[in-house]
């Protein structure tokens, strides 16, 4: 257990630091041959973890290449031009809008979609209406935190989500009835939470006079039209898959080909240029931290967290998944959600699945917003303080948990009440 909570806390820290430029991917894979050599996992263990995350890492490839093409068609920017126009100048509608917008992004195009896509968008936009920092701050925030307390309601929605579904067999069609009304409460809860922390700095009034027509940003209008069908088509696709139990990836990676393909047809991207462009190395993250994290299950961190959840289970359904969720968000903000999500679902499959089916979902809430509460909870939020950073915007450690600490816990309880009814 020693070994191997080293080697996971020294990968860890080596994927948040990036010595040297090694990038996230490069340092998880390095981390699992550590484990191989050490011993920590066998080469049987790399095997299991591969069949348990290629489905999630390549439907998660799939969403950010269909996500590239639409940003370089004018989609996202007219999506958000949209959103800030029909606020009128209303500063807190604006803000209300800007975290719907962002939910839908993240519902359909992933929290991670959101983080990369629509986060300098938005900030672009911002900056050019002149908000002051204060301001400034109070809308990225936001915009970060509801990329990921609102990527539930879809199975194509949060990386985590695929791993779960997958590990479990969940349907779509039965994920999605069964996490509308959580997702619903969350986003209403995060607004208002979010609105009431940040209500004093959103300015009353702002001149949206400045910006251009969303109808100008549209880079080609052919493509911009047939993506609306392409849309609803590939979400029926999702169902089909569905019913005849194809992996998700079938759809997300295989319908974003073919819509790079069109594109490209249409000469409205280079497919070449977009393909290497895309987030290859959260593949060889996914894989390399999760071989890094089944050391932890073989030393008995999964048989311990078990026995939590069964003690949980002991106290009434209530306690359970509110309990459950907790616990996911509380490991969740220490060691990073994509590690969590599996050690939760191996231990809520030790306690036994059939009958516990709902803190499958409490585990998935809390470890999709649990992460919010430090900078290194998600995958979503490094992606997303890089993307900041890039942008010259850089949000303090201290800065994120003064915010995310508050924010979070509440959000988080009023989703777990929403799954117990």
Known sequence: MILAGILFAVTLLFVIWQPRGLQIGTTAVIGAVAAVVLGVVSLNDVMTVTGIVWDATLAFIGIIILSMVLDEIGFFEWAALKMVRLSRGNGHLMFVYVLLLGAVVAAFFANDGAALILTPILLAKMKHLKLSPIALFAFVMAGGFIGDSASN?????????????????????????????????????????????????????IDTDTLVSPESVIKNRTMFRLSWWFLGLLMVGYFIGDHYHLPVSLFALGGALIFLAIAARYKAVKPIMTIKAAPWQVVWFSIGLYVVVYGLKNAGLTDIVASWITALSTQGESTAIIGTGFLAAGLSSVMNNMPTIMIMDIAIDQVGYAGNEALVYANILGSNLGPKMTPIGSLATLLWLHVLAQKGVKIGWGEYMKVGLVITPPVLLAALVGLLW
Do not use: C, Q
């Open 153 to 205: 309601p879809l199975v194509i929605s949060n990386l985590t989500n695929i791993v779960t579904a997958g590990y479990f067999d969940i349907g779509f069609w039965e994920y999605a009835r069964e996490m509308f009304l959580p997702n619903a409460v969350s986003i209403v809860a995060s607004i208002v939470v979010l609105w009431l922390y940040f209500r004093k700095d959103i300015p009353t009034r």
